[in-house]
């Protein structure tokens, strides 16, 4: 009796959860001018050359262009980095070199510098 009452509940939460199921199936139209401004066209010009694409896929000459181009990037990143941290080790060593060497020396100019200061 309470065997046949289990498979009771069961064959009708199983029944409740396909007809939820069913009922949330909508189909979606997306029109074509969406579809062409999301999709990737065959050839792009860039700055760095003509990038060329296969069903959205970049080609092997378009991989290594890209990648080259990251490298590039890199490299003027981590320079571009490095520029404010090169700036002050030269400031400290040009105040170092007109005597102010330990911690509690500073420096004071009677006018304001401009911006090629020689130390």
Aim: glycine residues 8%; negative net charge.
């Amino acid at each position: 009796m309470i065997l046949k009452h289990l498979i009771t509940i069961a064959f009708v939460v199983f029944i409740m959860t396909i007809i939820i199921c069913l009922g949330t199936i909508a189909s979606a139209e997306v029109r074509q001018e969406v579809l062409d401004s999301i999709s990737t066209p065959n050839r792009v010009e860039t700055s760095i050359g003509t990038l060329e694409f296969l069903d959205g896929a970049p080609s092997q000459e378009t991989a290594q262009k890209v990648y080259d181009f990251l490298d590039t990037m890199r490299g003027v990143d981590t320079f571009l980095k490095g520029m404010p941290g090169a700036s002050v080790g030269a400031m400290i060593k040009g105040i170092h070199e007109v005597g102010a060497v330990e911690a509690h020396q500073v420096l004071i100019f009677d006018k304001l510098l401009d911006s090629p200061p020689c130390f």
